[in-house]
């Protein structure tokens, strides 16, 4: 039997993000293929944190679940010897995380979708980085969504490893109706014309708004659209009145759930990917993939998804000069148009559903060349446990 360890931490943090939503169709995924002959002998189980409710009322055929406790990034280093113990209990033969957690004395496979930046000096993202940076100096193979963090990864952290690249899955186009995205989108957003935006944070997007609706858009009539953001702890009386006047419709937030998101995408006129961070943007796959045309700012990681889309389907602008993105905006207003059949078959055929067969037989490949991920440094590095530290204190400990 080859038993497979998954942290699923990602549905603990943000259970309707891009990535929450990327491994619930995974493991949906999986489940269908776990019940062939070819995959009998594998044995799949899913380590569900905390609350995760979506995951934790998902039923599954196959797929095993254990709940365990929260994740807490404060204490992250004090646990990763304890996740070790609880997958030799299991006898497992290989533990994935779907974020930065490791299982020591076991082999670990690093699946990356995103970076942390050091950049930010907030203390979470400051912990998350130092975090990251214990994890690709410790992991000994890494899946990597896109070749551009790939080419990221190896200069930065002065380590070679294995490469797989797993693409993203999609469906195929929303199999919901019309009249059934539109009634979602009228229970949440009301019914009229609506651009759906989404970003690295809340405040960008206010930003981005403020550029938008402010500085550039002079005519003195409102926007004959709405605007409808989904984001997460951010209230609607914080959004300026003297921005949702300038559109007829308003602007509205929303927390939609994951079954809800292609509803949204099917009937948004246009969705705003405004993200800079380094990361496979997976929202871009979906939107266009329900149809929906994009607007995101010019990247190498939202380029090597546009690579294959016909150029009517999305407009890239800069982030200190959203013009292009005024021009889309006004397009879809004269002249509302869907994403083309061309660039859906060919999404499909790059980010295939059923590439979860070759994810299977690759990660037992993998796991054979394995060794478990270093740990020597543990005593001297459980004093960063939290905050402190930087990046150079823990690669010292390496050299």
């Not at 254990?66 to 996740?83: G, H, K, T």
């Not at 550039?216 to 409808?228: A, K, M, R, S």
């Not at 559903?353 to 037989?361: A, C, E, H, Q």
Request: hydrophobic share 40%.
């Amino acid at each position: 039997m080859f038993r497979i360890i998954i942290d699923a931490v990602c549905f603990q943090d943000n259970p309707n993000s891009a990535i929450s939503v990327f491994w619930s169709h995974l493991f949906d995924a999986i489940d269908r293929d776990l019940s062939s002959e070819k995959f009998r002998s594998y044995s799949i189980i899913i380590l569900v944190r905390g609350l995760s409710s979506s995951l934790r009322d998902h039923a599954f055929a196959n797929l095993r679940k254990l709940p365990i406790s929260v994740f807490d990034y404060r204490c992250a280093l004090s646990e990763y010897d304890s996740l070790g113990e609880l997958c030799k209990s299991l006898s497992a033969d290989l533990f994935i995380s779907t974020s930065y957690t490791l299982a020591f004395g076991v082999p670990n496979i690093g699946l990356i979708q995103a970076l942390v930046s050091n950049q930010k000096n907030m203390p979470t993202y400051q912990r998350e980085f130092l975090l990251q940076s214990i994890y690709l100096l410790s992991i000994g193979s890494l899946i990597c969504f896109a070749k551009s963090l790939d080419k990221m990864l190896l200069p930065d952290c002065n380590i070679s490893r294995p490469s797989f690249y797993f693409p993203a899955p999609v469906l195929q186009n929303a199999a919901e109706s019309r009249a059934e995205a539109t009634i979602v989108a009228s229970k949440s957003s009301g019914d009229f014309p609506f651009v759906l935006i989404s970003g690295s944070s809340i405040e960008s997007i206010m930003g981005l708004l403020h550029s938008l609706l402010g500085d550039y858009l002079f005519d003195p009539e409102p926007l004959p659209l709405g605007i409808v953001i989904n984001c997460y702890d951010y209230s609607a009386s914080d959004i300026p009145k003297e921005l949702s006047d300038r559109l007829k419709f308003g602007i509205h937030l929303v927390s939609c759930k994951a079954e809800y998101m292609p509803m949204l995408f099917n009937s948004a006129r246009l969705f705003v990917y405004h993200d800079s961070s380094p990361a496979f943007p997976l929202s871009i796959v979906y939107s266009l993939s329900y149809g929906c045309p994009v607007a995101c700012l010019s990247s190498r990681f939202n380029s090597e998804v546009l690579s294959c889309v016909e150029n009517k389907d999305f407009f890239e602008y800069e982030a200190d000069s959203p013009a292009g993105l005024v021009a889309a905006i006004q397009g879809i207003i004269t002249e509302p148009c869907r994403v083309s059949a061309k660039t859906i078959s060919a999404l499909v055929e790059r980010y295939p559903l059923t590439g979860s067969r070759d994810f299977l037989l690759c990660l037992r490949e993998l796991s054979k060349e394995l060794s478990p991920p270093l740990d020597h440094y543990l005593p001297s590095v459980l004093p960063f446990d939290g905050v402190n530290g930087t990046y150079q204190d823990i690669a010292n400990l390496f050299a």
